[in-house]
């Protein structure tokens, strides 16, 4: 992606609003994490590709988008521009340093105290504030409603579907509440994929025509198919070896245990070997777990920690590799998965969330709707035994990714920006007409 410069936060545009039915000035919140920062870490991972791609392509499309995030580093400038029409604005909201999540929710108000006073010194409005998860989309109700903008929200993941997807053993009683709250609140709920929406529904009772389908996308010029002999000359894998691949935070969600464990129940592992990417200090507890996994079941030779790699490196990885595995309790998307498959790697996944829209089941890999080593083990020895199906599968990916570019999400985007305004200028239009009839 491209190279970052410090802006002045005084930067404006200075341009009229919506101009030809789009907007020019979006604010973007992301709170709890920066869409900057290394990924793999415990806080880091789809989200952040995700808001760092669509503003890059907004930006190129002419809206103009700030990201605000909570700042973590004392030493940050303010204002970053990461790409034309692109900029990170770090609010002070809590101490200068890394917080969990469950000390975030304190913080909402004070961030949105941030991102208001950072708006009054600009010399253009924003039209709309685009919130990513439900910290950023509390924090971003006041703003919304202090500026008369419509407010969208992307949660990427909910509390309640975790829970009955037994992803995550606690969430807390006020995340549950205001999500609940939240889903209704907002003027649109963007979501990934029509699972997504059908959860919204069916849990939350969001009516379907509240709610945007519109899937993420990946960067179809960095992950593609390359000379794999290549790739792993950089990496210094041997020409031998039968590399799996696992991408993500090192979370017990994520499942990891499962694919230790699937590597214990092949019968031919000669060659094989597992490397596992991401994870930041705070995941050191969860890698010692499944260091003892792997050291309990004999595989601790086979399983390699590899550490967090920047997104720009990540394509030498998927190259390298012969599958890349997704053993998650859930995921709303997958972004991993899709960006194997552009990369003609065939995925062996959970047939969890949006991993069951995203990974086309015995075209571009499988699907394994079982959350235990054996059926994970089973087709994962099928592939690497099988050259040519796998090729085909890797082949068949990469059709398929052909629809999932940044620009399509971008302009999509746009679009329900678009009608967001104009539905609520139209409602306000409204509104003033009925008080000049009632006087």
């Given amino acids: 992606m491209s190279d970052v410069t410090i802006a002045r936060a005084s930067t404006g545009d200075g341009r009229a609003r919506s101009e030809g039915g789009r907007p020019h000035r979006v604010a973007m919140l992301s709170l709890h994490t920066s869409p900057l920062?290394?990924?793999?870490g415990n806080e880091t991972g789809g989200m952040n590709v995700y808001v760092?791609?669509?503003?890059?392509?907004?930006?190129?499309?002419?809206?103009r988008v700030d990201v605000f995030t909570r700042r973590d580093d004392p030493q940050a400038p303010e204002v970053i521009e990461f790409a034309p029409g692109a900029r990170l604005v770090h609010i002070a909201a809590g101490p200068p340093t890394a917080l969990d999540k469950s000390e975030m929710e304190q913080v909402t108000d004070e961030f949105a105290d941030g991102v208001e006073a950072f708006a009054a010194g600009q010399?253009?409005?924003?039209?709309?504030?685009?919130?990513?998860?439900?910290?950023?989309a509390l924090a971003g109700e006041r703003p919304a409603r202090t500026?008369?903008?419509?407010?969208?929200?992307?949660?990427?993941?909910?509390?309640?579907?975790?829970?009955r997807a037994r992803a995550s053993e606690h969430e807390s009683p006020r995340r549950l509440e205001t999500e609940r709250r939240l889903v209704h609140a907002v003027d649109r709920v963007v979501a990934a994929t029509e699972h997504e929406r059908r959860l919204l529904r069916q849990i939350y009772?969001?009516?379907?025509?509240?709610?945007e389908v519109i899937p993420l996308g990946v960067d179809l010029e960095r992950f593609r198919p390359r000379d794999r002999a290549a790739a792993r000359a950089v990496l210094g894998v041997a020409p031998g070896d039968r590399i799996l691949l696992a991408i993500g935070r090192i979370q017990p969600l994520k499942g990891l245990d499962i694919l230790i464990r699937a590597l214990a129940d092949m019968t031919d592992r000669a060659g094989v070997r597992l490397l596992v990417i991401g994870g930041d200090d705070r995941a050191l507890p969860e890698i010692a777990r499944l260091r003892a996994t792997a050291d309990e079941v004999g595989v601790t030779d086979a399983v390699e920690f590899v550490g967090p790699v920047p997104?720009?490196?990540?394509?030498?990885y998927y190259n390298a590799a012969d599958?890349?595995?997704?053993?998650?309790?859930y995921e709303s998307f997958g972004l991993v998965a899709v960006e194997a498959m552009a990369s003609g790697v065939p995925v062996v996944a959970s047939r969890v969330g949006g991993l069951a829209s995203t990974v086309a089941d015995g075209r571009t890999g499988y699907l394994i709707p079982w959350r235990c080593p054996e059926p994970f083990a089973e087709k994962i020895e099928l592939l690497l035994r099988n050259e040519p199906l796998r090729v085909a599968l890797g082949a068949a990916g990469v059709l398929r990714m052909q629809a999932?570019?940044?620009?399509?999400?971008?302009?999509?985007?746009?679009?329900?920006?678009?009608?967001?305004?104009?539905?609520?200028?139209?409602?306000?239009?409204a509104h003033a007409a009925h008080a000049a009839g009632g006087v």
């Fill in 311 to 316: 997104h720009d490196d990540l394509a030498t």
């Fill in 52 to 63: 760092r791609a669509v503003a890059e392509e907004l930006g190129r499309l002419g809206t």
């Fill in 147 to 163: 500026w008369g903008v419509p407010h969208l929200a992307m949660f990427h993941t909910l509390g309640e579907v975790k829970l």
């Fill in 37 to 40: 920062a290394p990924l793999g």
């Fill in 323 to 329: 599958l890349v595995v997704v053993p998650s309790f």
């Fill in 205 to 211: 009772r969001v009516p379907p025509a509240r709610v």
């Fill in 404 to 429: 999932y570019s940044w620009r399509s999400v971008a302009e999509r985007l746009r679009t329900l920006y678009a009608g967001a305004i104009a539905a609520r200028a139209e409602a306000a239009a």
């Fill in 123 to 136: 010399s253009a409005p924003y039209e709309l504030v685009h919130s990513h998860y439900w910290l950023s």
